[in-house]
């Protein structure tokens, strides 16, 4: 098992099938029958891997699939960089465009900026905002995305495993991330305040650029299904009747027949299958670390440090994960079993603020080091004429740290 995560770790394996085929040789050396027997089997710990959870995703993203394809997403887009112009100026639009890809990610499973960048991070740059710290701005877009969202690998297996539901760690996940952005854009407002204004006509001129859509759906009817997928959060209600609920309305406000709106919501579940492979390679690797007995080799060495500060050891060791990976889902090799043994030796410690910690700092500090090797800072550079990687990771580092600073304090709460 050792030997499995450390070439997860390396980066140097496919990550999900270095899980699987490494736990599965982990429980053929530990003895474990295939099928039956009175303990566990493989089997039964590859079933424990089809969690719960996994309807929750799907009915997520049946409702992501039906809003993007009749044209509610970009108007609600739109509408957001509208304001962050109206805001912020410049600043607010690079702040919104990253938010707008945020919310995409959190939904999608796929959080790319340079999807509003190509957009925003133009038109930031035109209004004044340095090309390198616009890109940083955007590229925030990942911690929302990861730790507000619904699918990422590493978020979906912190939730199955501890066993909270979706529902309160999204809304740590997003007032987090959101205060990430805050922090930059504060220190992109003030920067471009020194370059002097700009004439309304030369920001109008610019906004028409990116802020006209070809749909014109009114925004209270593209926030509706919205409404009502928080609602049903709140409530409680399985989030796959709600998903399947919110994309009912969708369709009625949208006026879309019945079979394409079917069409559009099946499409978006096509986006499952990373997720879906992941949270079930992942969680078989869970159930192998518990019952060969690695959970409670890790919690008793660590007891001593996890018995006096267990979510700030959780946040510091997924923090560490991740900056070591420099990714969230690389990071899991480290995290899920210290989040594990955390469980094991400190059985009374809150379970959401242990999910809240865990997920938080991988989702955080996988970009502090390079602004992301994947998906995030490395893909906006292109798309923003004149901005410089090594810049605009520069320029992210603080806001990463003010980050992790408020979760540190929100450790202290549970």
Known sequence: MGITLLLMISGRTPLYLTAIVGSFITAMIAGFPMTGGEGPSVTS????????????????????????????LDVIIRNIIKVG?????????????????GFIGMLTGFTQPAITAVLTGAAS????????????????????????????????AVVAITGIGFGMINVYGVLISLAIFAFSFMRLRKETAKNGPMTDEEVNAIAKEFESSE???????????????????????????????????????????????????LNGVGRIATPLVATIGFLFMSSVINNIGMADSI????????????????????????????SNGASAAISIPFLQAVMTAVPEASPLGLAVMAAGGGAV??????????????????????SELKEANLFQRPAMMFGMVLLLAVSFFF
């Not at 007891?303 to 070591?324: E, H, K, N, Y």
């Not at 500090?365 to 923003?384: D, E, F, R």
């Open 365 to 386: 500090m996988q970009y502090y080091l390079t602004g992301g090797p994947v998906a995030a800072l490395a893909t906006v550079i292109p798309v923003i004429k004149g």
């Open 125 to 156: 740059s035109k209004l004044g905002v340095n090309p390198s710290k616009s890109a940083g701005v955007h590229a925030h877009a990942g911690h929302l995305g990861n730790f507000g969202g619904f699918t990422h690998p590493t978020q979906v």
């Open 299 to 326: 919690a008793n060495l660590f007891r001593p440090m996890l018995t006096v500060a267990p979510l700030q050891s959780m946040l510091i060791v997924a923090g560490i994960a991740s900056f070591i990976t420099q």
């Open 215 to 265: 749909h014109n759906y009114a925004f209270w009817k593209t926030m509706m299904p919205f409404l009502v997928l928080m609602v049903g959060f709140v409530m409680g209600y399985p989030i796959f009747v709600v998903g399947v609920l919110s994309s009912i309305v969708t369709m009625f406000l949208s006026a879309t027949c019945f079979s394409k709106a079917e069409q559009f919501m």
């Open 45 to 72: 710990l590859i079933n424990g891997g089809l969690n719960p959870v996994i309807a929750d995703m799907a009915g997520v993203l049946m409702f992501i699939g039906v809003m993007e394809r009749v044209g509610f």
């Open 85 to 101: 112009r109206r805001l912020g100026g410049g600043a607010g639009v690079a702040t919104a465009g990253g938010v707008a890809a």
